[in-house]
């Protein structure tokens, strides 16, 4: 068995989890937010048999956008500190981590 964990843009959670759980792929939705941007985004969690995590990962793949995300640079002054350039960054579709799972239980 296999633990999936999937960040996934806000945006585009709904629609992954209807797509999951209507594959019967049984999913917990945790409410995070990104290191760098400090916008929220959402964490998947999926347990899967080995042999369905390709499946996960291309549901999650299908329906997680690119995003270009625009932040500002080169601020002017640490005491008036005013952006004076743009940098573009692509955000996105989604971060996958597959990790093995010692033991499961449902007690
Ligand atoms: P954030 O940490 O807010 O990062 C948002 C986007 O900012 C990233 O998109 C990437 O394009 C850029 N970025 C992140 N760190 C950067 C840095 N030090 N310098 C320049 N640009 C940087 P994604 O790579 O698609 O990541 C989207 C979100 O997925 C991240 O939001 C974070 O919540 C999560 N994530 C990505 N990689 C991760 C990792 N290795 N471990 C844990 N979480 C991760």
Same mark, same amino acid.
């Given at each position: 068995m296999k633990l999936i964990f999937a960040? /996934?843009?806000? $945006? $585009?959670?709904?629609? /992954? &989890?209807?797509k999951l759980t209507k594959n019967k792929i049984n999913v917990t939705?945790?409410?995070? #937010?990104?290191g760098f941007l400090s916008?929220?985004? #959402? &964490?998947?969690l999926c347990g899967v048999e080995d042999d369905r995590v $390709? =499946?996960?990962i291309s549901i999650i793949a299908q329906y997680s956008k690119k995003r270009v995300e625009s932040i500002p640079t080169g601020f002017s002054s640490e005491i008036m500190p005013m952006a004076v350039g743009v940098q573009q960054i692509i955000v996105g579709g989604a971060t996958i981590f597959v990790l093995g799972v010692e033991r499961h =239980?449902? /007690?």
């Open positions: 960040i /996934v843009n806000n $945006d $585009d959670s709904s629609i /992954v &989890t209807s939705k945790i409410a995070s #937010t990104g916008a929220g985004n #959402t &964490t998947f $390709d =499946e996960v =239980e449902r /007690v």
